[in-house]
């Protein structure tokens, strides 16, 4: 079956831009989680959202939101974008049973 | 606060040896911990996972370890190949109550084989 997909696999911003990005779960997953990793950071929980809700969100400022469709498609947004922003994007998703599948994530670079 | 922690940064093994990644948590509340396998340019791959109510799980060429006393999670790799050279991620799930879930993840393990 089909993995975790995300698009686009590579973004070059402005710094004041918005960007988003999209995130297409493993079907039949209805769960969808969104992290950003950094050299720096490394790997930090932004939000889960679960049947178009968000069910949790992690310390991050409010320029970062997401959404989730009714197929479970999620994407995330951020807007007046920094320098700091430049990360590495992942989307997992996950379904009934216990376990995460990550996508390749979307490399985002502030310039 | 909650954080998963790993002792070593880089660990370099020989073809063939075994190899064993360490991870320390502080949620002593944490009832599941998987263990991810990264490689450049790629994200998180599932490796193996497990529950609090268990102290060991196998897999292929893969142990994890379960040390709940002292919040202890070791990844134990057979016979490493040079395949198995990758960053490895230890994380755990505080928040898993079936409503909402959300994984920490630890700093990350430089795994290196040698020829």
């Known amino acids: 079956k089909a993995g975790v997909t995300q698009t686009p696999r590579y973004l070059i911003k402005t710094r004041g831009q918005q960007v988003t990005l999209s995130c297409s779960p493993i079907?039949?997953?209805?769960?969808v989680s969104w992290y950003q990793q950094t050299p720096g950071q490394g790997l930090q929980f932004l939000f889960e959202?679960?049947?178009?809700?968000?069910?949790n969100k992690g310390n991050f400022p409010g320029r970062f939101s997401g959404r989730q469709f009714s197929n479970s498609r999620s994407e995330m947004n951020v807007s007046t974008l920094e320098l700091g922003d430049s990360a590495l994007y992942l989307c997992?998703?996950?379904?009934?049973?216990?376990?995460?599948?990550f996508g390749s994530g979307t490399r985002l670079t502030v310039v | 606060g909650e954080s998963v922690g790993l002792h070593l940064p880089t660990l370099s093994v020989q073809e063939g040896d075994n190899s064993i990644i360490n991870c320390a948590y502080s949620?002593?509340?944490?009832?599941?911990f998987i263990w991810y396998k990264q490689e450049s340019g790629k994200g998180p791959q599932f490796i193996i996972d497990?529950?609090?109510?268990?102290d060991k799980r196998q897999g292929q060429r893969v142990t994890v370890l379960l040390n709940k006393t002292v919040k202890h999670l070791s990844l134990q790799i057979a016979a490493t190949q040079p395949g198995d050279s990758a960053v490895y991620f230890c994380?755990?799930?505080?928040?898993?109550?079936?409503?909402?879930?959300?994984?920490?993840f630890g700093t990350g393990t430089r795994l290196q084989v040698t020829l």
């Open positions: 997992a998703s996950s379904g009934l049973s216990y376990g995460y599948t």
């Open positions: 079907s039949g997953h209805r769960s």
């Open positions: 959202y679960f049947s178009e809700t968000q069910r």
């Open positions: 949620n002593s509340a944490s009832d599941y």
């Open positions: 497990i529950r609090s109510n268990m």
């Open positions: 994380a755990e799930n505080g928040d898993w109550s079936g409503t909402a879930s959300k994984l920490t």
